[in-house]
């Protein structure tokens, strides 16, 4: 190892040059940045070998795919910042909807029978998806369970719970309540978007400058100084878990919507998929650290490389191994350009 010597003339005289640039690399990384440079190199590289990427139709359509992966990967933001997990998110996109079209179709139809009111369909699956996360909250904060041994096994629990309310079936066309929000436009955009769009300004913002947000990385970052600085811990991660659910609810009614179907398989696999885009967008599993503008980075790279390997007519199987490669390939990114931006020089 050898130790390079800089007089003081060379230091004085590169110091200013570099320390704005560090400045920039430090502050492109913490605002989650990092990704939006390779999605732009993707996007040209599918334009070239995929003339059809790059039309507006197809763009609309990345847009509208990754809305339900993205609502939910920003609700599992909420529990990752404090450094828990909530792996149940999945099964809440699944039985959130399915449980609110159970109780909208008539008995014949596969629902309960007591054939509720139409426009009650998405307060039953927002209510229900909130006191899911409110027994999450429960779960963690009072009884004092592992978070992620209990969620595992409400996840598990939420799977078998859909095959039972439906009896195995999908309910088709369950309602104007639960469909609404993923088939309608909006100056051309389907609405799942613009509603993904607005939850990602709305949470990044309070992440950013509301107290809560702040609250939230102390509690990742260090949760005793948290306590000691007079935030009230407990009843920030129950919060958490809460909206989480709901965010995750949504997702589902939106996912429903497109389908025009409560499916029984609806949702699954989509957890492993949301915890991808938030370690691609920098958020760090250990709490404290991550960004929406990083999240959002992580969802559209999944759904840009997806929609660029579905054009090409690859195989699915490799479509969804291809999710784990980009895991490992944006951490390596992400590990490099946190340490070039602080100024930590790696041994080659």
């Given at each position: 190892?050898?130790?390079?010597?800089?007089?003081?003339?060379?230091?004085?005289?590169?110091?200013?040059?570099?320390?704005?640039?560090?400045?920039?690399?430090?502050?492109?990384?913490?605002?989650?940045?990092?990704?939006?440079?390779?999605?732009?190199?993707?996007?040209?590289?599918?334009?070239?070998?995929?003339?059809?990427?790059?039309?507006?139709?197809?763009?609309?359509?990345?847009?509208?795919?990754?809305?339900?992966?993205?609502?939910?990967?920003?609700?599992?933001?909420?529990?990752?910042?404090?450094?828990?997990?909530?792996?149940?998110?999945?099964?809440?996109?699944?039985?959130?909807?399915?449980?609110?079209?159970?109780?909208?179709?008539?008995?014949?139809?596969?629902?309960?029978?007591?054939?509720?009111?139409?426009?009650?369909?998405?307060?039953?699956?927002?209510?229900?998806?909130?006191?899911?996360g409110?027994?999450?909250?429960?779960?963690?904060?009072?009884?004092?369970?592992?978070?992620?041994?209990?969620?595992?096994?409400?996840?598990?629990?939420?799977?078998?719970?859909?095959?039972?309310?439906?009896?195995?079936?999908?309910?088709?066309?369950?309602?104007?309540?639960?469909?609404?929000?993923?088939s309608?436009?909006?100056?051309?955009?389907?609405?799942?978007?613009?509603?993904?769009?607005?939850?990602?300004?709305?949470?990044?913002?309070?992440?950013?400058?509301?107290?809560?947000?702040?609250?939230?990385?102390?509690i990742?970052?260090?949760?005793?100084?948290?306590?000691a600085?007079?935030?009230?811990?407990?009843?920030?991660?129950?919060?958490?878990?809460?909206?989480?659910?709901?965010l995750?609810?949504?997702?589902?009614?939106?996912?429903?919507?497109r389908?025009?179907?409560?499916?029984?398989?609806?949702?699954?696999?989509?957890?492993?998929?949301?915890?991808?885009?938030?370690?691609?967008?920098?958020?760090?599993?250990?709490?404290?650290r991550?960004?929406?503008?990083?999240?959002?980075?992580?969802?559209?790279?999944?759904?840009?490389?997806?929609?660029?390997?579905?054009?090409?007519?690859?195989?699915?199987?490799?479509?969804?191994?291809?999710?784990?490669?980009?895991?490992?390939?944006?951490?390596?990114?992400?590990?490099l350009?946190?340490?070039r931006?602080?100024?930590?020089?790696?041994?080659?």
């Amino acid at each position: 190892m050898s130790i390079e010597m800089i007089s003081p003339a060379k230091l004085t005289k590169h110091a200013p040059g570099r320390s704005r640039w560090a400045a920039f690399g430090s502050s492109f990384v913490a605002d989650g940045y990092t990704m939006y440079p390779v999605i732009l190199l993707l996007v040209i590289i599918g334009s070239i070998v995929a003339p059809r990427f790059a039309t507006a139709t197809n763009l609309v359509n990345i847009l509208e795919q990754i809305s339900v992966l993205g609502l939910t990967t920003i609700g599992l933001t909420f529990v990752v910042l404090i450094g828990r997990l909530d792996l149940s998110l999945e099964g809440v996109v699944g039985f959130a909807p399915m449980f609110a079209a159970c109780t909208l179709v008539p008995a014949v139809a596969g629902g309960f029978g007591i054939e509720l009111p139409g426009w009650a369909g998405l307060f039953v699956a927002l209510g229900m998806a909130g006191l899911i996360g409110w027994f999450n909250g429960f779960m963690v904060v009072k009884v004092g369970l592992n978070p992620f041994i209990s969620t595992l096994g409400l996840l598990v629990l939420l799977r078998g719970g859909v095959l039972i309310i439906s009896n195995g079936r999908s309910i088709y066309s369950p309602g104007k309540a639960l469909t609404f929000l993923g088939s309608q436009k909006v100056a051309g955009l389907p609405l799942s978007v613009v509603v993904f769009m607005v939850i990602a300004v709305l949470v990044g913002l309070v992440f950013k400058y509301h107290r809560y947000g702040r609250a939230l990385y102390a509690i990742g970052g260090n949760e005793e100084a948290a306590r000691a600085a007079g935030i009230n811990v407990n009843r920030v991660i129950w919060s958490a878990f809460i909206f989480a659910a709901l965010l995750a609810g949504l997702a589902g009614v939106m996912m429903t919507g497109r389908l025009d179907s409560a499916v029984t398989t609806q949702g699954q696999g989509i957890i492993f998929s949301a915890f991808a885009a938030a370690v691609i967008g920098g958020v760090s599993l250990g709490g404290g650290r991550g960004t929406i503008v990083g999240v959002v980075s992580g969802v559209l790279l999944i759904g840009v490389i997806n929609n660029l390997l579905t054009l090409a007519q690859v195989p699915s199987f490799y479509v969804q191994a291809s999710t784990g490669a980009v895991i490992i390939v944006a951490a390596v990114l992400t590990t490099l350009a946190s340490r070039r931006s602080s100024g930590v020089r790696t041994r080659t």
